[in-house]
Nanobody, 122 residues
């Protein structure tokens, strides 16, 4: 059974920083692209950032220059370093990954974490 577990959320003042982590565990053969999404109260879930298996990255326009996505393949973990946080960054942040399990290495399956709350407020 593969699962994703996020950590690192919390309350931070505007202008502050947080680092989110998302660790994949289970019988994993390999991990393809990994993503971060977020969902603010009353809004739809939106894409934030992506990192491919080759470490190419992409960002939603509002977080460019402030957020950095990275991954540690040895630890099956993806990170989101968030700097210069704004109140509008307040949301539940979810990680998403396309994972190939050892039992079916030719099939890439999407998994979601449970989410971690990020609140930016003075």
């Amino acid at each position: 059974q593969v699962q994703l577990v996020e950590s690192g959320g919390g309350l931070v003042q505007p202008g502050g920083s947080l680092r989110l982590s998302c660790a994949a565990s289970g019988s994993i053969f390999s991990i393809d692209a990994m993503h971060w999404y977020r969902q603010a109260p009353g809004k739809e879930r939106e894409w934030v950032a992506t990192i491919t298996s080759g470490a190419s990255t992409g960002y939603e326009d509002s977080v460019k220059g402030r957020f950095t996505i990275s991954r540690d393949n040895a630890k099956n973990t993806v990170y989101l370093q968030m700097n210069s946080l704004r109140p509008e960054d307040t949301a539940v942040y979810y990680c998403n990954a396309y994972i190939r399990a050892k039992i079916s290495p030719f099939q890439s399956v999407t998994y979601w974490g449970q989410g971690t709350q990020v609140t930016v407020s003075s």
